[in-house]
């Protein structure tokens, strides 16, 4: 994959998907068994991510049949070789699909969708291994590694974690995983690292053992982008969990084993309109720290459900009514107010942890905000903000997160202002640093992508903030290919953050460590196993939420 066509998943890696042709009409177009099966495969595993495995609507738009049989062929055969400025990549004149394969992908969106095999207890317990049990693993920390400063960065084409020294950059271990760590979260004693593939393979990572290694594993489902731990005082390393998009459903799995212990399915009706929705796929998980619960975000119905683990057999949900399309999202500063993006609807829903419901739904001024898990600071005019950029414009938005303190501001849209450009997608600082940080890895302009627009958080007025451009792109020196720089992520001082710098597969990739202060570059790591880094977590600031 380039990282141009990255931004959805990639053929290859998630293997054939196994369906069966849907009962034919009169007029269906003509497709042999065996081509239906190769278009399931592709849709699936470049289609999906955005228009839904049946095709009902997210990001993507809507393409069940009558709506695709209005469109007609011709036009299908358009849309997929040059794609829109709306977003559609130019499937055919990029070179990604033959003309053959855009001529089968226009026959088969005019079919009904099949669905993949559901995926549930039977299956997971199939796929679950304990490759250490806990007796025999060791009883004291084994390695000389600073955890608490060690990188979890995926590999995401090689199907790989690097865990990387925050202090040496020194490459401690490269681990097996699913293919394309979508997150890696650390439990709160920070002991075990969980990483979940694209394709909903959990890893469970011991820091302890020399040199760290997978302890146990599972596959949860055969799409997935989310995984987290249970950090409630008590609870510390008690529970896992793990959100799919197929089947859409999340699992709750013993933290030391990763057993499945219970599936819940997210299939249900749409907050508002209350009508049923087949493909509610769970987006981004956070564990409170307010309650033992786990706080997870469903995509289509709208919907942040508590889910209180403290009783798996009697099990209580707070469901909480928010906006469709919810995505990624993170805390405020004190933790107790959880802020998420509903991305198609240009929103951003609070929900107050500790009473258990929203408190606010504000629009952000800009199109498609993508806040990773935003960006933590003290304004000098409007208090403690939380950032988010945008993936369909340049702006960057602000708000209030001080009920206290800042009243007239709290949960309200305080500033917008413009970083580099559109396409990005996430900001960053730290408690530590006076500097925010906001990529642009999807700009199709490739000076834009490879670099990173720097705000000063402590001179900010009401006025526009005008911003420093690094060419951390440049920085990394790569004679070849068209890198994109995404994800910055502080180490556990606050005092430089890094950068990948993600080229296609068979080509250089680097991470670029800036110093915060300086803003100049302190490190470039460069290494032949470092192949299409991408998303990267300080094992500290990941197991204490600081953003
Ligand atoms: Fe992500 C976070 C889903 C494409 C890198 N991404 C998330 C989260 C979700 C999500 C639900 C929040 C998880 C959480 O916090 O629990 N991502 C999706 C998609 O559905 C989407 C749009 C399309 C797709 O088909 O996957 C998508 N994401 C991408 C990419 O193309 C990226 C850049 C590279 C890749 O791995 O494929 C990418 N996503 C990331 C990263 C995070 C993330 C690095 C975590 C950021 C953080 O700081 O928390």
Redesign the pocket.
């Known amino acids: 994959d380039t990282p141009a066509a990255?931004?959805?998943?990639s053929m290859t890696t998630l293997g054939e998907i196994k369906v069966e042709i849907p009962g034919r009409k009169a007029d269906d177009p003509v497709i042999s068994g065996e081509e239906f099966q190769r278009a399931a495969t592709i849709y699936f595993e470049r289609c999906a991510?955005?228009h839904g495995v049946l095709r009902k609507g997210a990001?993507g738009k809507p393409l069940t049949p009558d709506i695709t049989r209005e469109l007609g062929y011709d036009h299908l055969i358009n849309f997929i070789t040059y794609g829109s400025p709306a977003g559609m990549p130019n499937w055919g004149t990029s070179g990604e699909l033959s003309e053959d394969d855009v001529d089968l992908m226009a026959r088969y969106v005019l079919m009904e969708p099949p669905a993949p095999p559901e995926f549930g207890m039977p299956q997971m317990k199939e796929s679950w291994k304990v490759v250490v049990a806990p007796e025999d693993r060791p009883t004291k920390k084994m390695n000389d590694i600073d955890i608490d400063n060690l990188f979890s960065v995926?590999l995401?084409d090689a199907g790989q974690v690097a865990l990387i020294d925050g202090k040496t950059y020194d490459i401690h271990a490269i681990i097996d995983t699913g293919y394309?760590?979508?997150?890696s979260r650390i439990s709160a004693s920070g002991r075990y690292l969980y990483v979940i593939g694209?394709d909903a393979k959990v890893n469970m990572i011991d820091l302890w053992m020399d040199p760290p290694a997978t302890v146990a594993e599972i596959k949860i489902g055969s799409e997935a982008?989310?995984?987290?731990t249970s950090k409630f005082e008590g609870w510390e390393d008690k529970y896992a969990i793990a959100g799919s998009?197929w089947p859409p459903q999340y699992v709750i799995m013993d933290g030391n084993t990763l057993e499945p212990l219970k599936v819940v399915s997210t299939r249900g009706n749409i907050y508002d309109e209350q009508t049923y929705h087949p493909e509610p796929r769970v987006?981004?998980?956070?564990a409170s720290h307010y309650h033992p619960q786990f706080i997870v975000n469903v995509k289509e119905t709208g919907k942040i459900l508590l889910i209180d683990f403290s009783d798996l057999k009697n099990l209580t949900t707070t469901e909480i009514e928010a906006e469709r399309f919810l995505?990624?999202?993170?805390f405020d500063s004190t933790h107790r107010y959880f802020l998420v993006a509903a991305n198609a609807r240009n929103k951003v829903a609070v929900v107050d942890t500790k009473d258990e419901k929203l408190i606010a739904m504000i629009e952000t001024n800009g199109a498609t905000p993508h806040p990773?898990?935003g960006a933590n600071f003290v304004h000098p005019v409007y208090g403690p903000v939380w950032a988010t950029s945008h993936l369909g414009d340049e702006s960057v938005a602000l708000i209030g997160t001080d009920p206290e303190g800042h009243p007239d501001q709290a949960w309200k849209l305080v500033q917008s202002f413009y970083a580099l450009g559109g396409g990005s997608?996430?900001i960053k600082t730290h408690p530590n640093s006076h500097h925010l940080y906001v990529d642009a890895?999807l700009n199709p302009d490739a000076e834009v992508s490879a670099s990173i627009a720097v705000f000063d958080t402590s001179t900010m007025t009401e006025e526009e903030p005008e911003f420093k451009t690094l060419p951390i792109g440049e920085w990394a020196g790569i004679p070849e290919g068209q890198p994109r720089v995404?994800?910055g992520?502080f180490n556990r001082e606050g005092t430089e953050i890094w950068f990948s710098v993600w080229n296609s597969k068979d080509k250089v990739s680097a991470i670029v460590v800036v110093d915060d202060e300086t803003l100049q570059p302190k490190k470039v790591i460069k290494d032949s196993r470092l192949i299409t880094p991408?998303?990267k977590?300080n094992v500290f600031n990941t197991r204490s939420d600081v953003?």
Do not use: M, N, W
Request: glycine share 12%; net charge positive.
């Open positions: 990255a931004y959805k998943p991510g955005c990001t995926t995401r394309a760590v979508h997150i694209r982008r989310s995984v987290e998009y987006a981004s998980i956070v995505h990624d999202g993170g990773g898990r997608l996430f890895p995404v994800q992520e991408t998303g977590f953003y």
